[in-house]
């Protein structure tokens, strides 16, 4: 079946602007997870829900970041007044549940470069 | 605090050799461990997990709770083994993995 899908694949932003990043789970996933990945590093964690339940944003790394997953399938990542250190690779992967069993599965990611 | 180390940022051998890639933990409690692999412009994707104790594509990998590590291990590289690897942990209650900055293992022929 399809995988998780993300859009756009390539983002390329001026500094000062707005950007909406859309993740598609794979269907029936009830945990979806955004995390960034910057040159050269590791994913690092943003963000988590449960359905359309935010419960866990600690991993934001400021209020110009939002996320939303209002219907418990699709997720947007807003980023406000972007800033080169934006600058990475924006991952999305879904869970089929939360738990030890449930392995989470990885989109191919945006590339987000703010000049 | 959770992190994860991976000590090497590149790895070569050549093909037909052992191979190694080094990964250690630091968290308190009783963590999930895992390797995720991602090929040349593909998706990240598990390659395995500790609760599992299996051996995919060849490889396996022991959590040793003593040293906090969780080096992945093949006894025999191929080629279409190069790849960038990275080691994950997952803890206390929490769902999020927390990765390490990956080695690039490269396997020559």
């Known amino acids: 079946g399809a995988g998780v899908s993300q859009s756009p694949r390539y983002k390329v932003a001026k500094r000062g602007q707005d950007v909406a990043l859309r993740c598609d789970p794979i269907?029936?996933?009830?945990?979806l997870f955004w995390y960034q990945q910057a040159l050269g590093q590791g994913p690092e964690f943003l963000t988590y829900?449960?359905?359309?339940?935010?419960?866990?944003k600690s991993g934001l790394p400021s209020d110009r970041f939002f996320a939303e997953r209002p219907e418990g399938s699709v997720s947007t990542l807003k980023i406000q007044r972007t800033q080169q250190e934006d600058s990475a690779v924006y991952l999305c992967?879904?869970?089929?549940?939360?738990?030890?069993?449930?392995?989470?599965?990885f989109g191919p990611g945006t590339r987000l470069t703010v000049t | 605090a959770q992190r994860v180390t991976q000590p090497e940022k590149l790895l070569s051998v050549f093909k037909g050799a052992p191979v190694e890639l080094k990964c250690n933990y630091s968290?308190?409690?009783?963590?999930?461990l895992f390797w995720y692999v991602q090929y040349s412009r593909q998706r990240l994707q598990l390659l395995l997990r500790?609760?599992s104790r299996e051996s995919i594509k060849g490889f396996t990998a022991d959590l040793n709770k003593g040293e906090t590590s969780f080096h992945l291990k093949k006894p025999f590289a191929q080629e279409e083994d190069s790849a960038m690897y990275y080691c994950?942990?997952?803890?206390?209650?929490?769902?999020?993995?927390?990765f390490g900055k990956g080695t690039k293992l490269t396997v020559n022929p």
């Open positions: 500790h609760i």
């Open positions: 829900f449960q359905n359309e339940a935010q419960l866990d």
């Open positions: 968290y308190s409690g009783s963590p999930e």
């Open positions: 269907s029936g996933h009830v945990s």
């Open positions: 994950a942990l997952r803890g206390g209650g929490s769902e999020k993995l927390v």
């Open positions: 992967a879904s869970s089929q549940q939360e738990g030890r069993k449930y392995e989470q599965y």
